[in-house]
């Protein structure tokens, strides 16, 4: 039996207060709707087919793939007026409707759902503890489900019921094609519900199962942002764990923020309030320190990122010490054993293995050659105005302290360049270079006296 998926992803949600679509709010720093395509493709469906509607160019280009197929929903009508839209394209087969506002339901659990259809429908329904903004499941007195109330038309009575429904279901598209066009909007929003067909096809005798979630955060949505920031929590907290069971250790797995792919060596440990982003890979033994931001980085074993650095689009080789206060800019890649210190910014540089940054330094546009030492507050003057220029400084060369390093400039292999030079022009190799004027001291200069007080 072939499956298609459709994803219900035209709402405003109001409930946002929000100039952003619902479905593009970022979740563990990818949209909603990001997250739910990925479900989706985990199944390998025939078809997956996206109802969009507000704001449908900026859900588009915010997730793209050759694999969607986009439908425009133009008016927001209803949860059933959406799938309406979809069913001209969806072929012969089971449906299972995904709702792109409910992001963290895994990919067995809606395995579990297609293969309970059958003839009939399925649903995915939770026990919720706070039932409140959810459908409610409406059963006989027999326990047969026969419909679903939503909370604004629905009984003080009904209101208690603590099933409810997720919004994700299952049936086949022969059925959906049948009920929802009898499915009137005569409730208090005055919508086409999708949630209606399930009393039309009961009351028809369609069997309708439901598949219980199998922990109630999975099935959570996400309509106003105290949903969403719940959410976040909840997919931080299963982050962590799986991190945890993987062999990191975390300081506090209650203060860990991965909005990407964090992949992990052995033994590595991560400090509190670290976060990361885009895709990041650590080495074995890795340490990062406390308030950490790493982004699309590659760190090699050992390698220690000390508190408050921030590392971004960099590569560092294996033990290398970066930080506190450092800041990686995208194209450094430093190699192994080196060390970048406070206050040390570097961009587009490589930095050779065993060379030392460790104070107060900019290096950008640079290729920086072994065992060198480049002192407190040196800085790669890059930038004419117009163009870049680079910094090149071979391998045992010493910068001492204060130096402003002229680009395009190269310093020699093995030279010293004197504390506080300017260097426009190239360093020899082997050689002192000293800059700045001649020191004078005035053995006669008196400081001007303070005005006598008396004398007014
Ligand atoms: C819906 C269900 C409710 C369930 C809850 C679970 C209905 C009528 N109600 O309520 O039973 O408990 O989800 O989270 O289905 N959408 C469209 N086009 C529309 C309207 C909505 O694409 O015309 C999309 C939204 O973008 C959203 C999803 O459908 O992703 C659900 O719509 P929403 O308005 O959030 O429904 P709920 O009120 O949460
Ligand atoms: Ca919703």
Redesign the pocket.
């Known amino acids: 039996m072939t499956t298609s998926v459709i994803v ?4 405003k ?1 109001t409930r946002m207060n929000s100039a952003l679509p ?2 593009l709010q970022p979740l563990g720093g990818q949209p909603l709707l990001a997250h739910v395509l990925a479900t989706a493709r985990a199944l390998s469906p025939q078809a997956i087919h996206v ?4 704001g449908m160019a900026a859900v588009r280009a915010a997730c793209p793939g050759d694999d969607l197929h986009w439908i425009e ?1 133009a008016e ?7 799938v309406a839209q979809a069913l001209p394209h969806v072929a012969k087969g089971t449906a299972l409707i995904l ?4 992001p963290l339901v895994p990919p067995r659990t809606l395995a579990a759902l297609r293969d309970a259809a059958g003839d009939g429908i399925a649903l995915l329904v939770m026990q919720a503890a706070d039932p409140t ?3 409610r499941i409406l059963r006989d007195a027999a326990g047969r489900v026969r419909g ?1 109330v ?1 909370e604004r038309d629905a009984t003080p009575a009904e209101r208690s019921v603590r099933e ?4 994700l279901m299952a049936a086949p598209v022969a059925l959906l094609r049948r009920y929802l066009p009898q499915v009137q909007p005569r409730n208090a929003q005055g ?1 086409h ?3 209606d067909v399930v009393a039309l096809a009961a009351a028809d005798g369609a069997p309708v199962q439901v598949v219980a979630a199998q922990d109630p955060d999975d ?1 959570l ?1 996400i ?1 106003d942002r105290v949903q969403l920031a719940f959410a976040e929590r909840t997919l931080q907290r299963r982050r962590a764990e799986a991190l945890l069971r993987a062999g990191v250790t975390l300081a506090d797995p209650a203060r860990l923020d991965v909005r990407g792919e964090l992949l992990c060596g052995r033994d590595v440990f991560i400090d509190v309030n670290a976060v990361f982003e885009g895709r990041v890979v650590l080495g074995d033994g890795v340490r990062i320190g406390p308030n950490a931001v790493l982004r699309n980085c590659a760190l090699g074993a050992g390698v220690e990122v000390l508190a408050f650095s921030h590392l971004d689009g960099a590569r560092v080789g294996d033990r290398a010490r970066i930080g506190p206060y450092a800041r990686l800019r995208p194209g450094a890649e430093l190699a192994c054993e080196t060390h970048i210190g406070n206050f040390v910014e570097v961009k587009q540089a490589t930095v050779g293995r065993g060379s030392k940054v460790n104070h107060l330094s900019y290096i950008g546009d640079a290729e920086i050659g072994e065992r060198v030492n480049v002192g407190a507050g040196t800085i790669t003057c890059n930038y004419d105005g117009v163009h870049k220029h680079r910094t090149v400084i071979a391998d045992d060369a010493f910068i001492g302290s204060g130096s402003e390093l002229v680009a395009p400039v190269t310093v020699g292999e093995g030279a010293t360049v004197g504390a506080g030079t300017t260097l426009r022009k190239d360093a020899p190799a082997h050689q002192l270079t000293v800059g700045g004027g001649r020191q004078v001291s005035l053995p006669h200069w008196r400081r001007p006296a303070p005005k006598d007080r008396d004398s007014g």
Do not use: M, S
Not at 51 to 54: K, M, Q, R
């Open positions: 219900l992803a035209a709402g949600g619902k479905v109802v969009a509607g507000h929903q927001q009508r209803g949860t059933g007026h959406a709702y792109g506002d409910v903004g959810y459908g679903i939503e409810v429904n997720t919004g919508e519900y999708l949630t099935a949505g309509n």
